[in-house]
């Protein structure tokens, strides 16, 4: 009988040290996801400015050029008049 009382005490306390361990990796673990999603939610908000900078430099890009196209047909045509007005002396 004793031997039976003291097989389950150590029973007992192995299923309790095994629940240590378990509860003491459930919490690391917990805390690697808490990490890990705070990371995520950083590297999200960097993607979002990135992507913000990328549009407002293709606008940037791009009213530059709708400029300059319209600077090269002002340009057109002034050569045009000036080339008119010779043509009519």
Do not use: Y
């Amino acid at each position: 009988m004793k031997q039976a009382i003291r097989e389950a005490r150590s029973e007992v306390n192995q299923s309790r040290e095994r629940e240590t361990a378990l509860s003491k990796q459930v919490n690391t673990l917990e805390q690697q996801a808490g990490t890990l999603k705070s990371r995520l939610q950083s590297e999200s908000d960097i993607a979002q400015r990135e992507m913000k900078k990328s549009r407002m430099l293709e606008k940037k890009i791009a009213d530059q050029q709708r400029e300059w196209t319209k600077a090269m047909r002002e340009k057109d045509e002034n050569m045009r008049r000036e080339i008119l007005a010779t043509e009519e002396r």
